[in-house]
């Protein structure tokens, strides 16, 4: 059973906000959500996958990029070439 | 909604000219939103890029440029491709071009509900559990989601990377086919992609193909209309001179809960990347970062979007990574194992795209019905297999699409069964 305080805890965790009826809210979805998942439990073990697709690779050149102000051209705050960002401490 | 557009199937429209001429010469085209298109608001259906204008075009936006397409429209879709309605997008949701008191399906319903309604002949969709065909069977129009692998997803932002495609959707199997034919090269800006051309003229002849028909596509919470529609279809298949065999999957039992597990995994760290920084709504950079990352954050995504971030981290964190992310990467071994044993057996697996017609807007409000309405779709994502979703009949005038999925890299196969059956009910 998931409680209020586990989603206040794990909202902390992803970095997303949420209201107070949120948590009510979200709470009983995620009960019922993992209840659900709890079928899991009962997958047998040990069973090879199949078919797997692996990465393919490349030589590593350098090809042309972006030019700098295109690249920083989506924030909102900027300094020269530098993108300003909240303080951490 | 604007008044050109009453589905409210796009959510920017634009007019990006061809750069080159080719097989897609004097059409036009919709692209989802959530595939950028350089100098064209690419939003995925969220408050959170609102504004943002991609510095670059998607590899398939490349090709249908250069294969002479102009590109008229993003289209509407749920945010981040997260839902089954477009209800989830923060542009409010489309409509179905059969029945606009319903919804078109999702996530790429505004692909649908503009192909659907005529509005255009080809879009580009994505499906990471369905979103592709679900939307082309509730409109009644062709979806492929092709193998993994086979379109690059170079400029498609990300949800759940080892599941998602791009793909064709349009009104005829033949046009299916041609799309996929100019967004399937090789891109090396895709580690996972596969030189694996799709040069193909779709064939009729469907004799002598094996055509296995799961049971469980047809069990519990499937209408009983829409599934006598499919054996219809599948019928006639048969008298095209496909062999049809009863076959079964097991592990259909775990498959969703697999899926909604890693897509919600893979979506809480895709989108952490969301931090009001380098692009999307501004975050206060004289808050303290946390608080101005969790505010912004709050005001820029939807509730399923939260939703699915919050579970997919509860998924990885210490303590339930082992019981919920390890147990769903092995029930997805499971799902490759069952489609590798079936496809030693026959050709193709038939069943129906969806369980029902399209909801009303408004009647999947409960996420975990919504949910396991994707119970017939996500099984192809999970082995990266192909799989079309073609119009076979109707339902109360509403469509229903007959789903064939082959082998990885059979795409061919797939299309070839499905333009078969087309011929034969036009």
Request: hydrophobic residues 35%; charged residues 20%.
């Amino acid at each position: 059973m998931i409680e209020r305080k586990d989603v206040e805890h794990i909202a902390e965790l992803a970095d997303i906000g949420i209201t107070g009826e949120e948590i009510e809210e979200f709470t009983h979805q995620f009960n019922a959500i993992l209840e659900y998942f709890d079928i899991l439990d009962q997958v047998p073990e040990g069973t090879e996958g199949g078919t797997v697709i692996y990465n393919v690779l490349r030589e590593d050149e350098i090809t042309p990029s972006l030019p700098l102000h295109e690249a920083i051209g989506n924030a909102h705050s900027c300094e020269e070439e530098f993108i300003r960002a909240p303080r951490v401490m | 909604m604007a008044t050109d557009d009453p589905l409210n199937a796009f959510i920017t429209r634009c007019h990006i000219p061809p750069s080159g001429e080719g097989r897609l010469s004097g059409l036009t085209i919709a692209v989802k939103d959530n595939i950028s298109t350089r100098g064209v608001q690419t939003t995925c259906g969220s408050q959170i890029l609102k504004g943002y204008v991609p510095p670059y075009d998607a590899f398939a936006v490349e090709r249908l440029k250069a294969e002479g397409a102009t590109i008229i429209g993003k289209t509407n879709m749920d945010e981040f491709g997260m839902g089954n309605t477009t209800e989830n997008s923060a542009y409010g949701p489309a409509l179905n071009p059969v029945d606009p008191t319903r919804v078109p399906g999702g996530s790429s319903g505004g692909s649908g509900a503009a192909v659907g309604a005529g509005m255009i002949p080809l879009a580009l969709g994505t499906d990471t559990g369905g979103s592709i065909r679900c939307p082309a069977a509730f409109c009644g129009i062709v979806g492929l989601k092709p193998t993994y692998g086979r379109v690059s997803r170079y400029g498609l932002i990300a949800y759940a990377n080892s599941l998602e495609q791009i793909g064709p959707m349009a009104r005829t199997v033949g046009e299916v086919s041609l799309l996929m034919s100019v967004i399937s090269a090789y891109d090396p800006r895709d580690s996972t992609a596969q030189s694996r051309p799709f040069d193909h003229t779709p064939s009729s002849d469907v004799g002598g193909c094996r055509i296995g028909v799961v049971e469980e596509f047809f069990g519990e919470g499937v209408d009983h209309r829409v599934a006598s529609t499919v054996f219809s279809a599948i019928e006639r298949l048969e008298e095209l001179g496909a062999e049809i065999v009863s076959c079964s999957m097991p592990s259909m039992r775990y498959a969703l809960a697999a899926y909604y597990t890693t897509c919600m995994s893979e979506a809480s760290s895709n989108l952490a990347r969301y931090d009001g920084i380098r692009y999307g709504l501004a975050s206060d950079d004289r808050k303290q970062w946390h608080h101005a990352f969790q505010e912004e954050r709050q005001q820029g995504f939807g509730k399923e979007v939260r939703r699915r971030i919050m579970l997919g981290t509860f998924a990885l964190s210490t303590g339930y990574y082992g019981k919920y992310y390890v147990k769903a990467q092995m029930a997805r071994a499971n799902v490759r194992a069952d489609f590798a044993r079936l496809f030693s057996d026959v050709d193709l697996l038939a069943g129906p795209t969806m369980p029902t017609t399209a909801f009303h807007l408004g009647e999947k409000s409960d996420p975990l019905s919504s949910y396991l309405a994707d119970i017939l779709t996500v099984p192809a994502n999970l082995a990266g297999v192909p799989a079309i979703s073609v119009p076979c009949g109707t339902v109360e005038r509403l469509p229903v699409g007959l789903q064939l999925m082959g082998r990885h890299f059979e795409d061919e196969r797939v299309v070839d069964a499905a333009f078969a059956f087309e011929r034969v009910v036009s």
